[in-house]
């Protein structure tokens, strides 16, 4: 049964501090997302990438967040420094693109819930 | 701004009512409106999806249906069940362009059924 899965599960950090979050998609897809889930916000794309290369990074904050894709089976989303309002849970979401509407889907992770004190 | 507007933000049904969600959206370029399920601790995943060149797709218990002149969609749960206690996200995609892909969600409903 194949499953996006993202690392850590939980990460509770002091406010200042590098935030790492890892992401291993689908194998096959060649599409990743990331999204923030907050009661206030609901869910946001931050970043996404398509065959390793970012196509919309317009969701997030350019000075403390950036997004990779080291290689096919590894995303990266880091936060530095981390601040309280960072706090939220994050999705990585993978897919095949280009996408055909009606017969394609993004399939999410489990999240990262990610606390800043 | 919000590309697709949700409502009601929570809503709460007896065991076998029927549970409506309703989404609105502004772009007319949108083709591709699915709905994703989300369990507490887990991440959403899709439930149905509907083009708009059909009006009402069903798959078991769920139905969506959607009016393509109003620009607005909806989801309808049958006999509701406790086990369908959850949030429901609809969402909207367009297939031109380099966003192809990307997912405009709605904020969400949570649904609680009672027993």
């Known amino acids: 049964d194949a499953r996006v899965t993202q690392t850590p599960r939980h990460k509770v950090t002091e406010m200042g501090q590098e935030v790492t979050m890892r992401c291993q998609p689908i194998?096959?897809?060649?599409?990743v997302f990331w999204y923030r889930q907050t009661m206030m916000q609901g869910l946001e794309l931050l970043a996404y990438?398509?065959?390793?290369?970012?196509?919309?990074d317009s969701g997030m904050p350019k000075d403390r967040f950036s997004a990779e894709m080291p290689d096919a089976t590894l995303a990266t989303l880091k936060i530095q420094p981390s601040e309280p309002r960072d706090s939220a849970v994050y999705f990585c979401?993978?897919?095949?693109?280009?996408?055909?509407?009606?017969?394609?889907?993004?399939?999410f992770g489990p999240g990262t819930r990610l606390t800043v004190l | 701004q919000q590309q697709v507007k949700q409502s009601p933000q929570s809503l709460i049904v007896q065991k076998g009512g029927i549970s409506i969600i309703n989404c609105a959206y502004e772009?007319?370029?949108?083709?591709?409106f699915p709905w994703y399920q989300q369990f507490p601790g887990k991440g959403p995943a899709l439930l149905i999806a509907?083009?708009?060149?059909?009006s009402e797709k069903k798959e078991g218990r769920f139905t969506i249906s959607f009016n393509k002149s109003a620009k607005q969609f909806s989801l309808h749960i049958m006999d509701s069940q406790p086990g369908d206690s959850a949030t429901y996200f609809c969402?909207?995609?367009?297939?031109?362009?380099?966003?192809?892909?990307?997912?405009?969600f709605g904020r969400g409903t949570q649904l609680t059924v009672w027993p």
């Open positions: 979401a993978s897919g095949l693109g280009p996408f055909n509407p009606g017969t394609d889907t993004q399939y």
């Open positions: 194998l096959g897809h060649n599409t």
């Open positions: 990438f398509r065959n390793r290369a970012p196509l919309d």
């Open positions: 772009n007319t370029a949108f083709d591709y």
């Open positions: 509907i083009r708009p060149d059909v």
């Open positions: 969402a909207a995609a367009l297939d031109r362009g380099s966003t192809l892909g990307r997912l405009y």
